[in-house]
């Protein structure tokens, strides 16, 4: 009987869009291709990550209301960890 494979664990990557320069060059020959990457994340991703892997719905009440009152001071708190994404 043959080995069983060797499976590899799923990886997730999640990283703001604002940590990497948007922008287009030149393309050298008149045969290159111009190749890209497009990658988007929805907000509830992340939030459901922020609350330890739990939706809105499933806090209680009290935590809920934590959580709402202290987004604004997180969110500002995030930000700062990329002062170069941010324009003022």
């Known amino acids: 009987m043959p080995a069983p494979k060797a499976q590899t664990p799923p990886c997730h990557l999640f990283f703001p869009s604002a940590l990497y320069t948007h922008y287009n060059s030149k393309l050298?020959?008149?045969?290159?291709?111009?190749?890209?990457?497009?990658a988007w994340t929805g907000a509830a991703l992340?939030?459901?990550v922020?609350?330890?892997c739990r939706?809105?719905?499933q806090l209680s009440d009290d935590v809920k209301v934590a959580?709402?009152?202290?987004?604004?001071?997180r969110m500002l708190e995030?930000?700062?960890?990329?002062?170069h994404a941010v324009s003022n």
Not at 28 to 38: H, L, N, P, Y
Not at 78 to 83: A, L, S, Y
């Open 28 to 38: 050298k020959t008149e045969r290159a291709v111009r190749g890209s990457v497009a």
């Open 46 to 48: 992340f939030q459901y």
């Open 50 to 52: 922020d609350l330890g």
């Open 55 to 57: 939706s809105v719905k």
């Open 67 to 73: 959580y709402k009152t202290g987004l604004k001071e």
């Open 78 to 83: 995030r930000f700062e960890m990329f002062p």
